[in-house]
């Protein structure tokens, strides 16, 4: 079965970073996003910034798809989202509650949810009345590419005809305090990015259009970081997708802001793929973690910049790596 992604819906930070109360310092931010007048009231006020994002670039996904949703097809549409860990914020002014508020309620039930990491899926199924499978994906800066992985699978098995598979990350104070504690001095960003996937023949039988194969994807567990790995890593996804190395036209990556690891990495990439553009990303969106990968893969869309390769890795170790092909009239 070829997978390939039919619409494509983003939430891009502003071009240039705006300045935060220390230490949080500058921040690739969505300045302008404004919840309740995209969603609505009450779905805004019941979601928290992580789930609102993700829930907007879903709907903007379905719409440049031009999938409709309808009763006939609704249980057969699923959403699986990935995340850092759900949204810290709402988890940290939960848990406040706890202490500031009076007694015997003290804490809001209904933000309850924010604790939650599943909440953005379930909220976006919710929302676009979604009835297929549903899936909530965490795996630090490698989400975005197990999301595809995980949604590539549902659709193998069966269990869905099309996906919503997305990834979202916030900017907040909390958040800013636990990037900066664990992951340390990048410039921080937010966004979302959701794709339509569904097989070829589906979207074609729907008079749907293409815009990139989802050609192969690779996440696992590693032994260790070391150029041959990232090389090794590289050349087996392009085997699966059946890509030769000198066709592919750009390869896009994190920083990990681990110096060890990322020298690595630059240079296991430019072995690999010595004739593919590097793209990084990071000074034009900063370090969106959790939801870095599926905007930098909206991006090479956005480029036409095909066939292309994402990589993501975890210096925890997990490498995930996606070859992205076109599509055949």
């Not at 924010?114 to 676009?128: D, E, F, R």
């Not at 023949?201 to 996440?219: H, I, N, P």
């Not at 970081?225 to 085997?239: D, I, N, P, Y």
Request: hydrophobic share 45%; aromatic share 4%.
């Amino acid at each position: 079965m070829h997978i390939v992604i039919s619409g494509r819906g983003t939430v891009w930070p502003d071009p240039v970073p705006q300045a935060h109360t220390p230490p949080s310092g500058p921040a690739f931010t969505v300045g302008s996003f404004d919840g309740e007048a995209l969603l609505g009231r009450r779905t805004a006020q019941y979601n928290h910034r992580s789930a609102q994002l993700a829930m907007v670039a879903c709907g903007r996904a379905l719409d440049d798809a031009g999938l409709e949703v309808t009763d006939e097809n609704r249980d057969r549409i699923g959403v699986t989202l990935g995340t850092a860990a759900g949204s810290v914020t709402g988890m940290v002014e939960f848990g406040m509650d706890t202490f500031s508020q009076p007694r015997p309620h003290m804490v809001a039930a209904a933000k309850s949810s924010h604790c939650v990491l599943s909440s953005p899926a379930g909220a976006a199924a919710i929302t676009y009345g979604l009835r297929g499978a549903n899936a909530t994906v965490a795996s630090g800066p490698a989400t975005g590419l197990a999301v595809l992985r995980h949604a590539v699978v549902i659709l193998r098995a069966g269990h869905a005809d099309a996906v919503l598979a997305g990834a979202s990350e916030e900017f907040t104070g909390p958040t800013s305090w636990l990037a900066r504690t664990a992951r340390g001095e990048q410039v921080q960003g937010e966004g979302a990015a959701a794709f339509v996937l569904e097989g070829r023949e589906s979207a074609r039988a729907a008079g749907r259009k293409a815009l990139a194969a989802v050609a192969a994807v690779d996440v696992r567990a590693v032994p260790g970081f070391s150029a041959g790995q990232f090389a090794e890593s590289v050349a087996r996804t392009l085997g699966r997708a059946g890509v030769s190395a000198p066709d592919v036209s750009a390869v896009a990556f994190r920083h990990t802001g681990v110096a060890e690891v990322d020298e690595a990495q630059h240079s296991g990439l430019a072995r690999a793929l010595p004739g593919a553009a590097q793209v990084t990303d990071e000074k034009r969106i900063g370090d969106c973690y959790s939801a870095h990968a599926l905007l930098q893969l909206a991006g090479l869309l956005d480029e036409a910049a095909l066939p292309a390769v994402v990589v993501a890795a975890d210096p925890d170790g997990l490498l995930s790596v996606a070859v992205l092909n076109g599509v055949p009239e």
